[in-house]
């Protein structure tokens, strides 16, 4: 039962594009949202964030939108460059009291130069 | 800094043999947290630790997982007997009590487990 979707295994981008990166949750107490890039053999690492109050943050050429009432989010990378090419996580949490983060399978992003 | 550092980096056993994984998190992190990889599963919670004491293990699959924290700077994950569907990478992960709620954590390399 996944509460954190990403539907989509993968997606391939040219460099310079924008790579729009999909997220959605079943679970309406969800009020913390964040992404996490991980390349191969590495662990996943921490990328940007957004709380439930807000609808937009945005970090260099990151930008994660938040759509509470369709549960949805997405991550924006603009410009994309090949070294963004890794698997991106999605993952959700309640700030309420639950200290667990609940990911996502995963997207796996190609930019080809 | 050192970040979260875990051992064996990889791991191939057979069927029925105990497997062992350790972690050391990062110095001053209050938090540990046990992850398992898959592809069908994706990052799962197994387990986390606050102060070294276990809060919530609703994760760990069965009784043949155990993971215990002695001390704040050490961590295992034991698998005994281990089964070929323990195949995964295991990620460790802590983060400081002051980030506040479900917050930024940081992983280590991860431990690939093959069960033969």
């Known amino acids: 039962d996944q509460q954190v979707k990403q539907n989509s295994p993968s997606l391939s981008v040219q460099e310079g594009r924008i790579s729009i990166l999909n997220c959605d949750y079943t679970?309406?107490?969800?009020?913390?949202f964040l992404w996490y890039k991980k390349y191969p053999a590495e662990g996943p690492t921490f990328l940007i964030s957004?709380?439930?109050?807000?609808d937009k943050n945005e970090d260099g050429r990151f930008t994660v939108f938040l759509n509470k009432s369709a549960k949805h989010l997405s991550l924006h990378i603009v410009p994309s460059q090949p070294g963004d090419s890794a698997v991106y996580f999605c993952a959700a949490a309640t700030q309420g009291g639950s200290e667990k983060l609940v990911f996502g399978k995963g997207m796996k992003l190609t930019v080809n130069p | 800094d050192a970040g979260v550092i875990q051992s064996p980096r990889h791991e191939v056993t057979e069927m029925g043999q105990e497997v062992t994984l350790r972690c050391k998190p990062i110095s001053g992190h209050d938090y540990l947290f046990w992850y398992r990889q898959t592809m069908m599963r994706g990052l799962e919670l197994l387990i986390y630790?606050?102060?070294?004491?276990?809060?919530?293990d609703s994760g760990m699959p069965e009784d043949r997982f155990s993971a215990k924290m002695p001390n704040a700077s050490f961590s295992t994950l034991k698998i005994q007997p281990s089964e070929p569907r323990d195949s995964a990478v295991y990620f460790c992960?802590?983060?400081?009590?002051?980030?506040?709620?479900?917050?930024?954590?940081?992983f280590g390399e991860g431990s690939r487990l093959t069960v033969l």
């Open positions: 630790f606050n102060n070294n004491v276990p809060i919530d």
């Open positions: 957004i709380s439930s109050i807000k």
């Open positions: 679970n309406s107490m969800f009020d913390y």
């Open positions: 992960a802590s983060r400081p009590t002051e980030r506040g709620g479900a917050g930024e954590l940081f």
